[in-house]
């Protein structure tokens, strides 16, 4: 690539000539303001904050879509362009919902962070505001269009990144709005609920449905013995609510944390992650052996599951018939815990902590109950397990590292690599490699399957039989399978599929970083070595040798797939509408 001269600020540049202005000028130290870009996901230049002057143009210019060229001259930080970017900031705030010191993204906004670094201390221009709209009645998304900036951030990662599309700008002019179509509840779209539009949002205008106050009150009640899972992407994550960098592993913590809220036993979601392993290798190899529906595809995420539903459903029969782990976790608590410690199930609350939005969702379906008791009572996002820790006034990163309970809690890498994209498979694979060949192998790291490339493809040959797989996140990537798998084009034995980019890693329920971040760092990368580095480190590496899952099946479920274990641990699936009939 060619390099071109620009001056920015009087100073000259070579810089490539494939960027932006906006783009050069980060390359040389020079930071540009911004609100809607979103590096890959949003280049629009709608906002106007990051405009720019250029000799010889009579109007700003907004430098994140603005091509360099040669001998170019431009000024970031004139006179002009900042009283340019103050009004426009000005202008937004003017219609814009100002109750941050209620609002969940307090000190986590974008646009609070741009108003301060302009200087804005009052906001000159008064009159009318377009109507707000409150939308809270689905299970896992709140809308407040009374904060929507109208960067498009959310339509472009719906449509973009998910292929989704079921948000976008809705009437002209000043009464525009962002929403689903026919002005629809989010609860009657077809929404899956993994909250890629939230981590993207720049303000409060989309965020996760609250459940802490659910939590509190079950910890405050002296009739209910309250158990806690946290899944393996929290681990990766929730430091980076309290400055930890990103993809710092903070299980020790987390432990500590938990025991510290008051929970009667702490459990990790891993070791439900190796219960799902036990089912869903079965479950594939009985596929394999007995001319079983192929390909098999996992059914652990309930975004992706939701999306097949709404948009495949006469693929449905490819979907393993397998619980996801939160709810398999909530079903043996409810029932092997229970039994083991002679308590109610009744009287047993769980409590997810989740890295997914789709959670809270996945829990209200009516089917994850087992003879009228829900497998799990309520599910937060690593997000609202950060405020719990921070309404309770503990001093993170003063936490001494803490274990999780046994029993439950003991777990293989093979459950925490559930959290990146392609962990699910290679999880798999270290069982069915182990099963069919009969033997205890040794090499267990099977890294084609590993990595943030949309889709991945791999034949693995286990015991002389080609295995051939398929990896995709995000559900534009699943899309592209299934529409391989649906025109007889695709010769996969085993795929798997979750809903966000990265895997769980990603989900709509981690912590949201600013465009400033995202825009140089791959947060999923970061947070996927946190998971793989601690997979490596463990002695035991395979599901199946995890001694608690044996004892799982030898003291009660019997063997994977059983009778037993089906009622407890397997599901169905149902095709959606995609609307509602319009009156």
């Known amino acids: 690539m060619k390099n071109v001269t620009i001056t920015i600020n009087g100073n000259q540049y070579a810089v490539p000539s494939d960027l932006t202005v906006l783009e050069a000028a980060r390359t040389v130290g020079i930071d540009i303001p911004t609100l809607c870009f979103l590096k890959d996901i949003n280049e629009v230049g709608a906002c106007r904050v990051c405009v720019v002057e250029v000799e010889g143009a009579r109007a700003l210019q907004a430098s994140c879509v603005l091509p360099v060229r040669e001998g170019m001259v431009v000024k970031t930080n004139n006179q002009r362009v900042r009283n340019a970017r103050k009004t426009t900031v000005e202008l937004i705030l003017a219609n814009h919902n100002r109750e941050c010191t209620t609002c969940v993204r307090s000190k986590n906004c974008e646009l609070q962070s741009v108003s301060e670094e302009l200087g804005i201390r009052d906001i000159r221009y008064t009159g009318a505001k377009r109507e707000g709209k409150y939308d809270n009645f689905s299970h896992s998304i709140v809308r407040d269009s009374s904060k929507c900036i109208l960067c498009g951030r959310c339509v472009s990662a719906c449509k973009n990144v998910q292929g989704i599309g079921i948000l976008d700008f ?23 609920y993994c909250g890629q539009c939230m981590v993207v949002c720049p303000v409060g205008a989309l965020t996760e449905k609250p459940a802490i106050d ?10 209910k013995h309250v158990i806690v899972q946290s ?52 479950e594939l190899l009985g596929r394999l052996q007995n001319g079983g529906k192929l390909p098999m595809i996992t059914s652990c995420s309930p975004g992706w599951v939701r999306f097949i539903e709404f948009n495949y459903p006469d693929l449905l029969d490819h979907l393993s018939s397998c619980k996801s782990p ?10 092997y815990y229970a039994e083991k410690n002679n308590i109610d199930p009744k009287d047993i609350f769980v409590v997810s902590v989740m890295p997914c939005t789709s959670k809270k969702s996945e829990i209200e379906r009516p089917e994850l109950a087992v003879e009228g008791v829900r497998d799990v009572d309520v599910s937060i996002t690593t997000r609202e397990l950060a405020r719990m820790i921070k ?25 925490v690599i559930f959290g990146a994209t392609g962990g699910v498979m290679e999880a798999a694979i270290r069982t069915v490699a182990d099963v069919l060949t009969g033997e205890d192998l040794e090499n267990v790291d099977y890294t084609a399957v590993r990595g943030v490339e949309g889709i991945k493809e791999a034949t693995v040959n286990i015991a002389g039989k080609d295995i051939k797989v398929a990896v995709a996140h995000n559900t534009k990537n699943a ?3 299934l529409d391989k798998i649906r025109a007889g084009e695709a010769d996969y034995h085993f795929v798997e599929i979750m809903a966000c980019p990265g895997g769980c890693v990603n989900g709509g329920g981690q912590p949201i970083q600013p465009a400033s971040v995202r825009n140089v760092i791959d947060i999923r990368a970061e947070r996927a070595k946190a998971l793989y580095s601690e997979d490596a480190a463990l002695t035991v590496r395979k599901s199946h040798k995890n001694p608690e899952i044996k004892r799982l099946y030898d003291e009660y479920l019997g063997e994977p797939n ?11 699936y149902y095709a959606r509408e995609k609307y509602p009939v319009q009156d």
């Open 231 to 282: 899944a393996p992407a929290v681990r990766a994550a929730l430091g980076e609510e309290f400055g930890y960098p990103i993809g710092t592993n903070v299980t020790g913590k987390l432990a500590s944390a938990l025991r510290n809220l008051g929970f009667d036993k702490i459990f990790d979601t891993n070791w439900a992650a190796d219960v799902t392993i036990m089912e869903e290798g079965t």
């Open 479 to 481: 899309a592209i399978i």
């Open 170 to 192: 809705v009437n002209r002019g000043f009464e525009t709005t962002v929403g689903p179509a026919f002005e629809v509840s989010m609860k009657d779209a077809p929404c899956i």
């Open 214 to 223: 659910k939590v509190w009150d079950a910890l405050e009640d002296p009739k």
């Open 562 to 572: 059983s009778h037993k274990a089906h009622d407890l641990l397997h599901t169905h």
């Open 391 to 415: 309404e309770a006034r503990m001093e993170f990163d003063k936490l001494e590292d803490g274990t999780f309970d046994p029993f439950m809690g003991d777990y293989s890498g093979a459950g």
């Open 326 to 335: 939160q709810n398999m976790f909530g079903a043996l608590a409810k029932s």
